[in-house]
Structure formats: structure tokens, C-alpha cells
């Protein structure tokens, strides 16, 4: 039998070696991407982790307390056809308002200035654009702080007779409200765990901890400003009567128990 040759061209080194770089790179890209592709297992609907259960209230604690100090807000407004004139007459009513309240005993500290602000005083009635300039106004605020109650009448009355032409406002409110807050701060979870036992005994559930508590308190009333001028008492007229009366303090807790 005659023999028969067949020739194979084999592919030159190089493209050899790529060949066999190609190869390796898709097996690798195969093992890294194995896990990826593999299948995995499927969360059931309705499938959650281990939440606590919980009942949430709110409670809210109050303590009546007398007020032991006083904020007056007032001040001298004056409008003069200069601003000069304006600066210096502001400046020489308020100094004898800032005297005055000396006399009776208010210390520096407890008296700051919330106002000094100049604006041009308008002639609309010529109604010409711009509006014709008569003058100037300058609006001097203090507040005052009356540690004694019994002196808060004559803070005004004295301070309106040396030449304050604005009275904006008389708070009251007390020095130091942290023994308050903490009797209103326990009066509110006091009411929180009353809640609570209501809506667990009704769901059939005991309270078995408390998972987060939350507290808020009650704003601090701030003086209201008026902006009515005031006219100096006349030298036999009453004195002006003030009442301090009561004030809240008020503290609101959420909590949240859990349940079991």
C-alpha cells in the first residue's frame, strides 16, 4: 500500500501564544464569575427579620409654677426733621430711661439694648415719586430684667415718666425651671406607662421593656411686640398694676415599650 502524507501548516509561535492567553483568560473569567451565575436561594414573601415588637404612646406632664421674674420691653422713638436732631433726642430720653431704672435698683446686666435703627419719615399725601422726605425716625429698645416682681409697675411707670415713648411687652417666667421640668418630665412617662398598660392589656400583651424614649418640652412664651406708643403717667395717676399670675412648664415624652 503506498503511503500517503499529509502536511498541517502549524500556526506561527505567536499566534500561538495568544491562542494560549486567550484560553487562560476565559477560564479564569469563568471561575471568578462561577459564583455569580451559580442559582440562589429565594426569600419567601412576607419573610422578615426578628423586629422587636413595640407599642408606641405619648405622655405629657404639667407644673403650675409662680413666676419670679419679669422682661419689660421698651424703648424711645422720636422723629425730628434731622437725623441729628433724631440721634441726640433718642440719646438724651434714653439716658434718663437708663437712669431711672438705676434708681430702683436694676443692675447693668440685666439691661440690653434689642433696638437702635434710623429710617426716613415720608410725605405720601403730595403723592410725588419718590415721596418727599419730612424727617427721620430713630427707635431706641431696651430690655429689662425685673428680678423683683413687686417692682415690675414701677419699671414702667418710672422708665414712661423719664421719656420711654414705647412699652412692647411685660413677661414672666421663672429664673431657674429645672426642678420643674424634672416633676414634669416624670409626670409624662408616669402617663406614658398608663397608656401603654391600657393598649397592652387590650391587645392582650405584657409590656416587657421599653425599646426608645423621646422627649420635647414647651416652647418658651417670648415677649410680644405691640408697637403702640405710650404717654407718660401724669404725677398723681395709679400706679400701673401688674399680675404675674401662673406659668406652665410642660414636658411631652414618647416611648416606646416593647411587648411580648
Do not use: C
Not at 407644673?63 to 441729628?84: E, M, Y
Not at 395717676?237 to 401662673?246: A, E, F, N, R, Y
Amino acid at each position: 500500500m503506498d503511503a500517503i502524507t499529509v502536511t498541517l501548516r502549524l500556526p506561527s509561535p505567536r499566534v500561538r501564544w495568544a491562542a494560549a492567553g486567550l484560553i487562560t483568560g476565559l477560564l479564569v473569567a469563568a471561575t471568578i464569575a462561577g459564583p455569580a451565575l451559580s442559582p440562589r436561594p429565594s426569600l419567601a414573601a412576607g419573610a422578615s427579620s426578628d423586629n422587636e415588637h413595640t407599642i408606641t404612646v405619648t405622655g405629657t406632664g404639667t407644673v403650675v409654677v409662680s413666676p419670679d421674674i419679669a422682661d419689660v420691653r421698651l424703648g424711645v422713638v422720636v422723629t425730628k426733621p434731622t437725623v441729628k436732631a433724631a440721634r441726640e433726642t433718642a440719646a438724651e430720653a434714653m439716658t434718663r430711661v437708663i437712669a431711672a431704672l438705676k434708681k430702683l435698683g436694676i443692675a447693668d446686666k440685666d439691661m440690653q439694648t434689642t433696638t437702635v435703627s434710623l429710617q426716613p419719615a415720608y410725605d405720601y399725601a403730595a403723592q410725588t415719586n419718590p415721596p418727599k422726605i419730612t424727617g427721620y425716625t430713630l427707635a431706641n429698645g431696651v430690655a429689662v430684667t425685673v428680678r423683683n416682681l413687686d417692682q415690675t409697675g414701677d419699671v414702667i411707670d418710672d422708665s414712661l415718666a423719664a421719656g420711654a415713648t414705647s412699652l412692647d411687652g411685660v413677661t414672666f417666667r421663672v429664673d431657674d425651671p429645672a426642678k420643674a421640668q424634672q416633676q414634669a418630665r416624670t409626670n409624662a412617662m408616669t402617663q406614658a406607662k398608663a397608656n401603654a398598660d391600657t393598649l397592652a392589656k387590650a391587645a392582650g400583651v405584657s409590656i416587657t421593656g421599653v425599646a426608645t424614649i423621646s422627649e420635647a418640652s414647651a416652647p418658651v412664651p417670648f415677649p410680644v411686640y405691640y408697637g403702640g406708643a405710650a404717654a407718660a403717667p401724669a404725677a398723681d395717676s395709679v400706679k400701673t398694676p401688674v399680675q404675674p399670675g401662673t406659668s406652665d412648664v410642660t414636658m411631652t415624652v414618647t416611648v416606646a415599650y416593647l411587648i411580648g
